[in-house]
Antibody, heavy 120, light 107 residues
Framework: QVQLQESGPGLVRPSQTLSLTCTVS??????????WSWIRQPAGKGLEWIGR???????NYNPSLKSRVTISIDTSKIQFSLKLSSVTAADTAVYYC????????????WGQGTLVTVSS | DIQMTQSPSSLSASVGDRVTITCRAS??????LNWYQQKPGKAPKLLIY???SLQSGVPSRFSGSGSGTDFTLTISSLQPEDFATYYC?????????FGPGTKVDIK
């Protein structure tokens, strides 16, 4: 069974860059039937899709964040990463990484989530 | 972006009740509609994908229906572990978007 685990700083200063890594365990990382996404959820609010990365390294981002987001993949480390630049308090949220089924686009497996607070 | 709405935003129900949650898309999304369950402090869990396909390991009391713009999640007999918030998600076009959620609590 695939497992995902987010890691990274829990506190980021305003205007700095948020950096998170998702480590994947299991045997599906290089399977083209899946791709890998980041999703976030501010406290008490709904879910916002940030972007995705394919095993090829191809990416797609939410237009609302596109100018500030970079998602990359490292197949040697079985990890994918999120960088969000120029953060503000509005970027404070629980950040989830997820495995996405290629056909339906459904997120079948999620990390436990990591809270990132933007504050000075 | 495709806007997703859900109704009701919250509901109170008893164990054993049949519960129906509706999700509506701002334009046709064929059957590219997924349902998730989220409990406090936990990651969402996939229940239904492609509008009506039950995710492996999910109890059969959960079912989904619909196509185009209108979709339904039904819980045939509510169990204590089903009290949670439910989200729909469209994956027809990018960016994928989620509904605002429906909170199901104990009556």
């Amino acid at each position: 069974q695939v497992q995902l685990q987010e890691s990274g700083p829990g506190l980021v200063r305003p205007s700095q860059t948020l950096s998170l890594t998702c480590t994947v365990s299991g045997d599906s990382f290089s399977d083209a039937s899946y791709y890998w996404s980041w999703i976030r959820q501010p406290a008490g609010k709904g879910l916002e899709w940030i972007g995705r990365v394919y095993i090829s390294g191809s990416t797609n981002y939410n237009p609302s964040l596109k100018s500030r987001v970079t998602i990359s993949i490292d197949t040697s480390k079985i990890q994918f990463s999120l960088k969000l630049s120029s953060v503000t308090a509005a970027d404070t949220a629980v950040y989830y990484c997820a495995r996405v089924n290629y056909g339906s686009g459904s997120c079948s497996n999620w990390g436990q989530g990591t809270l990132v607070t933007v504050s000075s | 972006d495709i806007q997703m709405t859900q109704s009701p935003s919250s509901l109170s129900a008893s164990v054993g009740d049949r519960v129906t949650i509706t999700c509506r898309a701002s334009q046709s999304i064929s059957n590219f509609l997924n349902w998730y369950q989220q409990k406090p402090g936990k990651a969402p869990k996939l229940l239904i994908y492609a509008a009506s396909s039950l995710q492996s390991g999910v109890p059969s009391r959960f079912s989904g229906s619909g196509s185009g713009t209108d979709f339904t999640l039904t819980i045939s007999s509510l169990q204590p572990e089903d009290f949670a918030t439910y989200y729909c998600q469209q994956t027809y076009t990018s960016p994928p978007t989620f509904g605002p959620g429906t909170k199901v609590d104990i009556k």
